[in-house]
């Protein structure tokens, strides 16, 4: 998948599930076969000396001469991070939560009018513990969004919030919806709070947009029991959500499943965008 020109910027998500795994099954290697420009990283399980080279290997410019990471407090657990190919006007780590800055889940870069975010969302899936602490991330989060939304339409800005969000928004984005309604991840609230996102905040999830009627094929994550890769009973949970100045910009998206690198799927859109 080359770059069809100079003016495309190529964006990335991909949840590593583990960096040092990723890297081992050939993430990077990818990204820079696919000529990546951004690509933002979720669940990197490392702290910033691993990620930095003193165990050996250096995973902080493999691909990319800049990069930028939040690591979560606790080791090898969560972590964000950015990929780009020059430099950005300004970073911010965490969005001032104590509770989830702590767990590393929000890194900013701002390029020029384009503020890119990597967004990891809680899971709620092992315990009701965590879908009370991913309920009160959503509760948290959203005036972080509100004021995105409000600062980019002040100053002519876009933002585009990639990452794996946790979420199936709709009963398009997984396999078993009709079984997995009272399951976190597919609750009423967690998809009503991703659809205030479009229709009050005026947000546009970009992979729907360019893909309006994909089921199957747009499928990011796959659990690792069963046969679930094989039948392709997967979610689609990572997004690349974004401003509509953004949005419209949008001119191709691939989910990469030639390789597997995590348990997700890399999400890959193409802007036709100048930073």
């Known amino acids: ?64 001469p800049w990069s930028a990471f939040h690591c979560a407090e606790k080791k090898g657990y969560s972590g964000v991070g950015i990929y780009a190919r020059q430099t950005p006007d300004k970073t911010i780590h965490g969005f001032g939560d104590a509770e989830f800055d702590a767990e590393g889940r929000y890194i900013q870069a701002d390029f020029g009018k384009l503020s890119i975010i990597s967004l990891y969302l809680p899971s709620g899936s092992s315990s009701d513990e965590r879908q009370q602490a991913k309920f009160r991330f ?24 990639c990452g794996d969000w946790n979420i199936a928004h709709t009963e398009q984005d997984l396999k078993n919806w009709k079984s997995n309604q009272k399951n976190s991840g597919f609750l009423p609230e967690e998809r009503a709070w991703l659809s205030g996102l479009f229709d009050n905040l005026g947000l546009i999830d970009i992979h729907r947009k360019l893909a309006p009627e994909a089921t199957g094929e747009a ?39 030639a390789q597997r690198f ?9 802007y036709e965008w100048s930073l």
């Open 138 to 161: 959503l509760e948290r989060f959203l005036p972080t969004v509100k004021k995105l939304v409000k600062a980019a339409k002040k100053d002519g800005r876009e933002v585009l919030i």
């Open 219 to 257: 499928y990011t994550w796959w659990s690792n029991r069963g046969q679930a890769w094989a039948n392709n009973v997967g979610w689609r949970i990572d997004y690349q959500i974004g401003t509509p100045g953004i949005a419209v910009a949008a001119r191709r998206v691939e989910v990469y499943k």
């Open 262 to 270: 995590s348990d997700h799927a890399p999400l890959v859109i193409d």
């Open 1 to 64: 998948m080359q770059r069809p020109n100079s003016t495309t910027l190529r964006v990335v998500s991909l949840n590593f599930n583990g960096i040092r795994s990723a890297a081992k099954k050939g993430a990077f290697e990818f990204l820079e076969a696919h000529q990546a420009d951004i690509v933002c990283v979720q669940e990197l399980k490392a702290q910033h000396e691993d990620i930095h080279g003193v165990d050996g290997a250096n995973f902080a410019a493999p691909t990319h």
